[in-house]
């Protein structure tokens, strides 16, 4: 990861990247929180932010990932369930 270097989107508004899917621990929601936790590290401002598009199962993975949602100072967005054209539209989003 050291080799990584963030970059704003090209207007200046931080990329964004999707984690769509079952917002499960063993389907890596944990570990795409910690990509853009890392990835905003030393920056005064987001350069990354992330939306979890998803179910989130269970009351208490459900709590840590609104704490984690709630630590990441508006970097991280949880979405809830999306489809159709709004699933579309928040794909067509990412990256810029």
Do not use: C, Q, Y
């Not at 050291?2 to 207007?11: E, H, K, L, M, N």
């Not at 063993?26 to 979890?52: F, M, Q, Y």
């Not at 991280?76 to 810029?96: D, N, P, W, Y």
Request: aromatic share 6%; glycine share 12%; net charge positive.
């Amino acid at each position: 990861m050291s080799r990584f270097r963030a970059s704003p989107g090209t207007d200046g508004r931080p990329r964004t990247a999707v984690f769509s899917g079952s917002d499960r621990a063993a389907k890596g929601v944990l570990d795409a929180i910690e990509a853009i936790n890392l990835a905003n590290a030393g920056t005064s401002a987001p350069r990354w932010r992330l939306v979890l598009a998803g179910d989130i199962p269970g009351p208490e993975f459900a709590d840590r990932i609104a704490a984690l949602v709630r630590a990441s100072g508006g970097a991280i967005h949880l979405a809830g369930f999306v489809s159709g054209a709004a699933k579309h539209k928040l794909l067509a989003e990412a990256g810029r």
